[in-house]
């Protein structure tokens, strides 16, 4: 990795040194920017149009798929599109300007340079906030909730405590106010992906000796690209290890997503990243699973999708995380569920007994 930076930097010692990683929006609209001023520039310089012309359409491509959604933060094509755009700086220093060269162009070739410095430090600056991740003593987050876990300790004797295990869907939903009274326990962490969730499944449902776990998990794999296949073995893994534990399992749908408010954020176009065809599949696989093994399988899904399979316009404020109103709805859903599973067994019938027969 670091030799593909020395590559890629090569030769921009007049970078601007930033720090930090801009917005998701700053990011969409430089991006797009670069791409329209290598266009503007290839019309000015009919030479360089003509060399530059696989640059100027490899980098619309790339810049497409980083608009997307789903490979956003994707290095490979972050990778592409600035060698696509540097390649291209480098044939307009290199080729000769018409004479008289106009001002306009000028100032778009100045103001490419700089769009393209400004994306080349935001990937920088990811690469390395990436090797950062992976470098940290605790790429599952246990810290988050290890005081919490103490604190809370075993529960008292006949109490069945529920965890509900998840990312920031369950994260961002106060339990307290929903069931109020009830023992439910919140271990959910906003961006965590299946196995992260499995990495921290010790301590942060295991150890806490719960009844039931009420698992909601998949959807920020899906955004990141990670295969169905690799989502269904942390599930499997966290399933087996729930029930070496004796611990009842909840396996809860993902909930659908919309694009319903993409007007208001350009992020809230969630649909690219989080395919609905793809949520449909690994839903119908956890309906299996949960019917094949015994578990029970909660469909948020059906509840909270409109006619066109995506998430309510009304649950969400931005096509992916409920609002109160979703939250609402989510909830009689989950607590029919965790009745169901925590329900005593029906008693048997007693056997009278036999008649005496006479000697």
Known sequence: ????????????????????????????????????????????????????????????????????????????????????????????????????????????????????????????????????????????????????????????????????????????????????GKPYVNRGIGGQITGEMLGRFAADVMDLKPAAVVILAGTNDLARGVPLAAIRNNLIMIADLAGLYRIKLILASLLPVSDYHKDNDASFERSTARPPAVILELNKWLEALCKQRGYTYVDYFSATADEKGMLKAELADDGLHPNADGYRIMGPIVQAAIDRTLAPPPARPRRGKKPETAP
């Open 1 to 180: 990795m670091k030799r593909i930076l020395l590559w890629l930097f090569a030769g921009a010692a007049a970078c601007a040194q930033q720090s930090g990683l801009m917005s998701r929006k700053a990011v969409l609209e430089v991006s797009r920017q670069t791409t329209n001023l290598m266009e503007s520039t290839s019309v000015a310089m009919p030479e360089l149009g003509r060399a530059g012309r696989s640059l100027v359409e490899n980098a619309r491509q790339d810049a497409k798929a980083i608009e997307g959604g789903a490979t956003f933060n994707h290095s490979a094509v972050w990778y592409r599109f600035l060698t696509s755009v540097r390649v291209y700086l480098q044939l307009s220093d290199a080729m000769p300007k018409p004479h008289p060269f106009a001002e306009e162009a000028r100032r778009q070739l100045i103001a490419l340079r700089d769009s393209y410095d400004r994306l080349e430090a935001h990937y920088r600056e990811l690469l390395e906030s990436k090797e950062r991740q992976l470098r940290s003593p605790d790429r599952d987050n246990l810290r988050r909730y290890q005081e919490a876990n103490r604190s809370l300790g075993p529960p008292p004797a006949g109490e069945q405590r529920v965890v509900f295990l998840g990312d920031s869907i369950t994260d961002g939903w106060r339990l307290n106010e929903y069931f109020s």
